[in-house]
T-cell receptor, first 117, second 115 residues
């Protein structure tokens, strides 16, 4: 079974600064996907970024980027130029590659990020 | 694109009654839908996975006779909480994906309060 660990229950950052959220995972799979989702106070889950394990290049989406270290099973999220709207709970998630699997997501416990003005 | 809706967004019911929650994919065909439960300040717990036209696959510890899931079309899945009790009070979230992709798109959630 896969496990996802987010060791930072809460973090805070000043507006316009950079923050990095940590995520580690444990799996025996060699092919899989990793995701970061955010859940703002509205509780709507929003996909932030995804990474395919077979790709060495780190994914980026505007101000969001990841540091994917496959050997270390680490998948951190960096948010640059933090904005007040980034305040949310961030969940790291793991999914086995398809090939007949049912695409189940395994979530970490989340990190509550607060961006201060 | 990839919008998922849920109805209702909030429901209050009396203990012993049944409640139905709908999950709809508005602009894509949802070949697979998922139902999650989230307690306050906790992560999402997968309850079941359903493929269109097939019986749902429930996670260990989830009572299939209590949480009835129907995925009768490519745009609609329903979760019925039967004989609800106060301990069933929670936030229920659905997600959906289409075939050939790996990304799940989430609905806005339904807050269930059982009195």
């Amino acid at each position: 079974a896969q496990t996802v660990t987010q060791s930072q229950p809460e973090m805070s950052v000043q507006e316009a600064e950079t923050v990095t959220l940590s995520c580690t995972y444990d799996t025996s799979e060699s092919n899989y996907y990793l995701f970061w989702y955010k859940q703002p106070p509205s509780r709507q889950m929003i996909l932030v970024i995804r990474q395919e394990a077979y790709k060495q290049q780190n994914a980026t989406e505007n101000r969001f980027s990841v540091n994917f270290q496959k050997a270390a099973k680490s998948f951190s999220l960096k948010i640059s130029d933090s904005q007040l709207g980034d305040t949310a709970m961030y969940f790291c998630a793991f999914m086995k590659h398809s090939g007949g699997s049912n695409y189940k997501l395994t979530f970490g416990k989340g990190t509550l990020l607060t961006v201060n003005p | 694109g990839a919008v998922v809706s849920q109805h209702p967004s909030w429901v209050i019911c009396k203990s012993g009654t049944s409640v139905k929650i709908e999950c709809r994919s508005l602009d894509f065909q949802a070949t697979t839908m998922f139902w999650y439960r989230q307690f306050p300040k906790q992560s999402l717990m997968l309850m079941a996975t359903s493929n269109e036209g097939s019986k749902a696959t429930y996670e260990q510890g989830v009572e299939k006779d209590k949480f009835l899931i129907n995925h009768a079309s490519l745009t609609l899945s329903t979760l019925t909480v039967t004989s609800a009790h106060p301990e069933d009070s929670s936030f229920y979230i659905c997600s959906a994906k289409t075939s050939g992709t790996d990304t799940q798109y989430f609905g806005p959630g339904t807050r269930l309060t059982v009195l």
